[in-house]
Each structure stands twice: as structure tokens, then as C-alpha cells.
């Protein structure tokens, strides 16, 4: 209180000196009274603008340490990119695989089909005793033709039906891979929220877990990746190719 | 090998259990039951009975590794034969498996003749040293 009063008391001194020497014509003592009068609020704005410089400078800083941000959008984004580039060509690659297993499948099932009509009709005419010798023995020999032909032909049946079931573990493969992807797109998505908090921190947003964004980075070998997708980060990492090389670094360690 | 011998697979993809299953069902093996991860897993082996274990490595809470740390931690299922059946391909990871005890290790994609070869391999091996 007492020290308003006084800077007041002063002002109205300085203020009463002022237009005494502008009265008088004392022109460089009127202004050095003017730059006594300002000091007070110039240095509250250099208060001011020294405050906003560091919290500027502090958010580069921080913004320029945050090497995961700098990851995401040099590796990570344009990896999710190929990532999901190759699942579109993988589920593309398994829907032909069971699709060229079905157009062999189908004039299968359709000629054992057509031929056991044949051989059916023929067996019903025996049975009526309505056929020759002659149509017999033909006969008997389209049967034994037929037994011969419906064994390979079921066993290719099967095989085919093999080749359908592991065509559907894209589902798996694919599916690991679009988590990641997943994965990758929540944790931008809490980076950019971090971003906004920070150049408006003044603005008092919620905050964000910091915990929360630091997950989801590969940091722990130990953790599952998913398959290995070709043109990304992934061949960088030393992988085995094929089960063969599998079986070789197994090997080399005595299994 | 006794093809009545109970299998738990262990994926937390469906269409991968479905897959192992309809595999192991045209080797003659029709004994099985399935997990979708290491935590729900882990419980019905110590509940007894498993005499094989097919898991998969990169799944939501508990993943394979750890499934297959436990299993050689627990007196009870130490001995139980596990093939991983899983995608990761580094090799820090499979020397990783090896260390922790793993019996075989299957990169997928894989086929079928693939599972039949690392299935009869463990189990030869097993009775070799029984």
C-alpha cells in the first residue's frame, strides 16, 4: 500500500515537474522527466517478452528432443504405408490361391458327377436284366474305370481342399500386421495431441499420459513384430528367410 | 508317437487355430483344445492332461515366450514338448525361443508337410531319449 501511494506521490511529482519545465520551454529536462515516467512499464514488457522467449525456446527444445516424433514420420509412416501395401497384395495372392484351387476343384466334382449318372443308369438297366452280354462287359469295364478314376481323383479333391485351408492363414498374417499398423496410428495420433498441449500450453488442455505415448515403440526385442514385410525397416533387422535357415540356426545350436 | 495324445494350441488369431487343427486332424491327431494367448493358456496345462503344446509368439497379454518361460519354470510342465509356430523371423528371437527350451520352431507362412516333419522330429527325439 504504502509503496502505490508513494510511486503515486512520485508520478504527481514528476507529472507537476513536467508541465513546469514544458511551460518554461525546458525541453530536455521535459524529456528525461518522459523517460522517468515510462521506465516502470518497460521493464514489466521486457518481463514479458523474456518470458515468452523461453517458453518458445523450451518448446523447440523439447519438440527437437522428442527423436520418437522424428522416427515416426521419417521410418514409421511411410513403413505403415508399405505395410499395408503388402497386405492388400497378400490377401489379393491368397483369394487367388483359393479361387485357382476351386476352378480345378469344380470339372472334378462335376465329371465324377456326370459319369456315376451314366454308370448309375447302366447299373439300373442291369438290375432290369434289360442288358446284353456285350453291354455288360462294357460295363463292368467303365466301372472299373470309374472306381480307378473317383480314388486319384478324391485324393486331388483333398489336396486342393488342403491348398484352400492354408491359403486362410493370411487371415492371421495379415491380421498381425494391420495391429501394427494400428498401433503406429494411435501412438501419432497421442504425439500430436502432446503437440498441440504443448504450443498452447497456456491454454490449459488436458493432459496426456506421457506414459501411454512412450508405448507401442519396438523397444523390447522380446516382443512379438508380426511377419516381416519386404521394403520396410523389418529387413533391416537381422531375419531368417524361409524355414530352411530356421532349421540351419537351429542346428547350429546343437537341436 | 501316440496320435490320442492332447494337443493345446495356443493362437489368438481363430483361423490359425482352426488351420493347426485341421492339420493335426489329418495327421490322426483329433485330441485337441485351443487358447487364444499365454494367459488363458497357462491355466489349462497346470490343470493337467496336455501332452503337447503348439503355440504361436506374438500375442495380446501374455505372449508365447512367456508362455514358454512358464511352462519350463513350473515343476509340473518343464518337460512338456512346445513348437512355436509364429511369424517372428529375427534371429535373436528364434535363438531366443532355443535358449528358453523351445522343442521346434515353425515360420509361418509354412505348409503342412513342414508341421508333420517338426511334429514327428520332437517326438522321435523324445522317445529316443526316453
Known amino acids: ?255 | 508317437m501316440d496320435k490320442g495324445m492332447k494337443i493345446l494350441i495356443v493362437d489368438d488369431f481363430s483361423t490359425m487355430r482352426r488351420i493347426i487343427k485341421n492339420l493335426l486332424r489329418d495327421l490322426g491327431f483329433n485330441n485337441t483344445a485351443e487358447a487364444d494367448d499365454g494367459s488363458t493358456a497357462l491355466p489349462m496345462l497346470k490343470g493337467g492332461g496336455f501332452d503337447f503344446l503348439i503355440t504361436d509368439w506374438n500375442m495380446p497379454n501374455m505372449e508365447g515366450i512367456a508362455l514358454l518361460k512358464a511352462v519350463r519354470a513350473d515343476p509340473m510342465l518343464k518337460s512338456l514338448p512346445v513348437l512355436m509356430v509364429t511369424a517372428e523371423a529375427k534371429r535373436d528371437q528364434i535363438v531366443e525361443a532355443a535358449q528358453a527350451g523351445v522343442n521346434g520352431y515353425i515360420v509361418k507362412p509354412f505348409t503342412a508337410e513342414t508341421l508333420k516333419e517338426k511334429i514327428d522330429k520332437i517326438f522321435e527325439r523324445i522317445e529316443a531319449q526316453g
Not at chain 1, 185 to 194: D, F, H, K, P, R
Request: glycine share 6%; proline share 2%; aromatic share 4%.
Open chain 1, 1 to 255: 500500500m504504502d509503496t502505490d501511494e508513494e510511486r503515486l506521490n512520485l508520478h504527481l511529482d514528476l507529472a507537476r515537474q513536467l508541465v513546469e519545465c514544458l511551460e518554461k520551454g525546458q525541453r530536455s529536462e521535459a524529456d528525461d522527466i518522459i523517460r522517468q515516467l515510462r521506465l516502470p512499464y518497460e521493464r514489466e514488457l521486457f518481463e514479458e517478452l523474456g518470458k515468452l522467449t523461453r517458453e518458445l525456446h523450451e518448446a523447440l527444445k523439447s519438440f527437437r528432443g522428442d527423436a520418437r516424433l522424428i522416427e515416426l514420420s521419417r521410418d514409421e509412416i511411410p513403413d505403415a504405408k508399405e505395410r499395408l501395401n503388402y497386405v492388400v497384395s497378400m490377401t489379393e495372392q491368397a483369394t487367388h490361391r483359393t479361387l485357382n484351387a476351386l476352378d480345378e476343384s469344380m470339372p472334378i466334382a462335376e465329371s465324377l458327377h456326370g459319369r456315376s449318372g451314366v454308370l448309375r443308369e447302366q447299373w439300373n438297366r442291369f438290375r432290369h436284366r434289360e442288358l446284353s452280354v456285350d453291354e455288360f462287359r462294357e460295363l463292368a469295364r467303365e466301372l472299373d474305370d470309374f472306381l480307378i478314376q473317383t480314388g486319384q481323383e478324391t485324393e486331388r479333391l483333398k489336396s486342393l481342399m488342403s491348398e484352400i485351408l492354408m491359403a486362410q492363414d493370411y487371415q492371421d498374417l495379415t491380421g498381425q500386421i494391420i495391429r501394427r499398423v494400428i498401433r503406429l496410428v494411435q501412438e501419432v495420433e497421442e504425439n500430436l495431441v502432446g503437440l498441440i498441449r504443448l504450443s498452447s500450453a497456456r491454454m490449459d488442455l488436458p493432459r496426456v499420459d506421457k506414459a501411454v505415448v512412450a508405448e507401442g515403440g519396438d523397444s523390447m526385442d522380446s516382443r512379438g513384430h508380426g511377419p516381416i514385410v519386404p521394403n520396410t525397416q523389418d529387413m533391416v533387422a537381422d531375419v531368417v528367410s524361409s524355414q530352411d535357415d530356421v532349421d540351419a540356426l537351429l542346428s547350429s545350436l546343437g537341436f
